[in-house]
T-cell receptor
Framework: DTAVSQTPKYLVTQMGNDKSIKCEQNLGHDTMYWYKQDSKKFLKIMFSYNNKELIINETVPNRFSPKSPDKAHLNLHINSLELGDSAVYFC?????????????FGPGTRLTVT | DAKTTQPTSMDCAEGRAANLPCNHSTISGNEYVYWYRQIHSQGPQYIIHGLKNNETNEMASLIITEDRKSSTLILPHATLRDTAVYYCIARDDKIIFGKGTRLHILP
């Protein structure tokens, strides 16, 4: 009965590789997000999709491409991985049309680029 | 967007009420005050939010001053499991996390 799930939980890969992280929510929410938390523990929003449409796109390298096949899924694909991409990536969801932004977060994916 | 200011860290004895302050002096009329927390190695967890009135739920109470320039999150009976980083956020469109307050619950 997990609300927001992410796979994989851990991802270790080499520089230059391409990898994807998957996120699924079973809350029936219409909006999903990707956040990055770096080694200094700052949590920064990267993208947000509402009903499969991109609504927030912060200053993120083009190597990062989110894809939302449906409202319940928001995947993050990263091309040409760099050392600086090492971080914990969190997916979240919310129901925007309620007028508030109460977000539910997944457990995170720890990405290590070597 | 309103900037929030929180103490870097706080201690609270187990069983006592933990009162976490937050200043948001530039908050605008349509910006809600949100509180989240992040327990070590977990995803952030929503706690509570409010606009003008004080709010209470099963986790905490939120006290917002009449001028809305500051608020206090109250955990009525802190337990060791409440040890976490607590984030106060004042936004109307997207959640922006600051540095938060690291709350240590002391046995």
């Amino acid at each position: 009965d997990t609300a927001v799930s992410q796979t994989p939980k851990y991802l270790v890969t080499q520089m230059g590789n391409d990898k994807s992280i998957k996120c699924e929510q079973n809350l029936g929410h219409d909006t999903m997000y990707w956040y990055k938390q770096d080694s200094k523990k700052f949590l920064k929003i990267m993208f947000s999709y509402n009903n499969k449409e991109l609504i927030i796109n912060e200053t993120v390298p083009n190597r990062f491409s989110p894809k939302s096949p449906d409202k319940a899924h928001l995947n993050l694909h990263i091309n040409s991985l760099e050392l600086g991409d090492s971080a914990v990536y969190f997916c979240a969801s919310s129901q925007r049309d309620r007028g508030s932004y109460e977000q539910y977060f997944g457990p995170g994916t720890r990405l290590t680029v070597t | 967007d309103a900037k929030t200011t929180q103490p870097t860290s706080m201690d609270c004895a187990e069983g006592r009420a933990a009162n976490l302050p937050c200043n948001h002096s530039t908050i605008s009329g349509n910006e809600y005050v949100y509180w989240y927390r992040q327990i070590h190695s977990q995803g952030p967890q929503y706690i509570i939010h409010g606009l003008k009135n004080n709010e209470t739920n099963e986790m905490a109470s939120l006290i917002i001053t009449e001028d809305r320039k500051s608020s206090t999150l109250i955990l009525p009976h802190a337990t060791l499991r409440d040890t976490a980083v607590y984030y106060c956020i004042a936004r109307d469109d997207k959640i922006i996390f600051g540095k938060g307050t690291r709350l240590h619950i002391l046995p």
